[in-house]
């Protein structure tokens, strides 16, 4: 079986976000695959393992992206798409599902993954807008995927607002990841030298027949217009004395001063 | 054409969710700047009870789209409903809670009809008729300034934000929709249970989180039972989480929940980053840790340096004196 995976870069987690001139600063991040793409990728190595078959990776991103598909590719993956193209950039979720359809049209595939959401603009948009455009059933936020023997269809365990689901959709679909649908693992020394190897091909607006005006920046339906660091909290109070002191007084400013209960 | 405001409804178990009267509130302060009228939807099998309760919160008007395919959900049914009441009521900002259920059908129909969706809205400004939104990115560690180049636009607002608009007495009108839904590739077929959480966290008012400090299962609970004094969510580090003593559900964080109660204790949470990012914006954060340096007691507003486990038995008990005057 083929599955494809939707990987983005984003700042590792650990980054505090500089901002200058209202813009987030990029120079000295350290990128990683955003968290919830990994279970994407665990999974589908998984379902390799498991059924045999292909894993592609799908990541749009600029050039240095190329990186962050290695990393996958040192995951185990087979192969991957690099939808590169100054074109593709400052787009929001609505042209980046566009390109992500355009170039899944080309492919062969039974399942796509995607993150329930990037950690950089936390979005939660893409891999349910990419499902609508190209007409495929999808199922959110899954925490467990079982796909039934004549894998044309799966069972999945979603999770939404506190609740727990059991979703069934028949395959090709686009189901999206959450947290708890596996333990991603580490990559090995000798996935990251094969990883060289394996072939990263690097497909523009004109590869999948999209109009550049369409895409990016030009494309998009939103405009960014500044990116600001969060309010700063006032210091707070640290409330001396022995523990049981200190909780009654606790109990009494958030009643008193705080006025929150 | 008028610039209207259709609010999308959501309801659980019968009833609307808080979200929704929060979202009148938004929409009737949007409406001051645009210029419209604010009409409002309801989806769902069985929901007559939702459109008259959403009838009495002020808005001028309510479609009801009731099927029995709408008794659980199936994105596609949903999508196609939403889109027919958008194409009949030609909105020009679409509003949805940024819920589980907001941010799927926000995106799905937002790519059926071609339209924008700004994610996560926790403030606005209506700036020479133009909507002008703030939402927090990377989880909170900055906030971004998004406009609509156009309208219509979607935009989610974050629960617990705004104050829920309150019902009246005079109802709306209601119209039903009439759609045919069609059969479902991908659909819930069942609920499940899970181990009882009694509060959501991402609507929770008061949250209490454990983290590494708990030491274990057992040690959550005082934790839990804080929680239940307080009719609070029960949150957790990832750490705790990790390690195996709370579901994974609970974990607040960039790559967990994201809350923003009016009260967040955390205990026993040294305070990384990528905890910070999804705790920092609530309104008033409690810390207890046993490291006067823990990095928590940077966000907290109140700090007690000292061990959870002396600490938290008083608190219950305080809390609950506090409680039971009220
Ligand atoms: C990609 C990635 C994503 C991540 N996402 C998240 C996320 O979403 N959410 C998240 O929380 N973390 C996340 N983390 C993990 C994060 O970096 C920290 O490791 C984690 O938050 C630490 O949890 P903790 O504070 O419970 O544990 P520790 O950092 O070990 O802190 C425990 C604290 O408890 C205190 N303590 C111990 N005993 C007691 C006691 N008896 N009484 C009072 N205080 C006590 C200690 O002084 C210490 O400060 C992520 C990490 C990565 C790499
Ligand atoms: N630039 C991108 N390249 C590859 N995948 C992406 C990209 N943007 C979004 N995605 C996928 O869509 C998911 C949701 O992203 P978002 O809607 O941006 O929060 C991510 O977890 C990825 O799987």
Known sequence: MNVVVLIKRVPDTETRIQIKDGQVVTEGISWIISPYDEYGVEEALRLIEKYTGKVTLLCLGPDDAKETIRKGLALGADEAVHLNDPAFAGGDASTTAKVHAAALKKKQFDLVLAGKQAVDEDNAQVGVRVAELLDLPHVNSVIKLDLSDDKKSAKCLREVDGDRDLAE???????????????????SLKGIMGAKKKPIVDWKAADLGLDPATLGAKGAKLEVINIEPPAARPPGKIIPGDAATAAKELVHLLHEEAKVI | MANNILIVAE??????RKVSYELVTVANEMAKGLGGAVEAVTLGSDIGKCAESLAKTGVSKVYQVDDAAMATFAPEIFTAALSEV?????????????????????????????????????????DGGTLVMKRPVYAGKAVATVKPKSLPVMVSIRPNIFAPAAEGSAGAPIEKVNFTAPTPRAKVVEKVKKEAVSVDLAEAKFVVSGGRGARSAEGFEPIKQLAKTLGAAVGASRAAVDAGWIDYSTQVGQTGKTVAPQLYIALGIS?????????????????????????????????????????VPVLNEEFKKVLSEK
């Open chain 2, 11 to 16: 309801g659980r178990d019968g009833t609307l």
């Open chain 2, 271 to 311: 305070g990384a980053i990528q905890h910070l990012a999804g705790m920092s914006s609530s309104k008033v954060i409690v810390a207890v840790n046993k490291d006067p340096d823990a990095p928590i007691f940077k966000v907290a507003d109140y700090g007690i340096v000292g061990d959870l486990f002396d600490v």
């Open chain 1, 169 to 187: 959709t028949a395959l090709p679909a686009i189901i999206t990841t959450q947290q708890g649908l596996n333990e991603p693992r580490y990559p």
């Open chain 2, 86 to 126: 958008i194409k009949k009521a030609q909105p020009a900002v679409i509003l949805l809670g940024a819920t589980g259920f907001g941010k799927e059908l926000g995106a799905s129909v937002g790519a059926r009809l071609d339209l924008g969706l700004i994610t996560d809205c926790t403030s606005f400004a209506v």
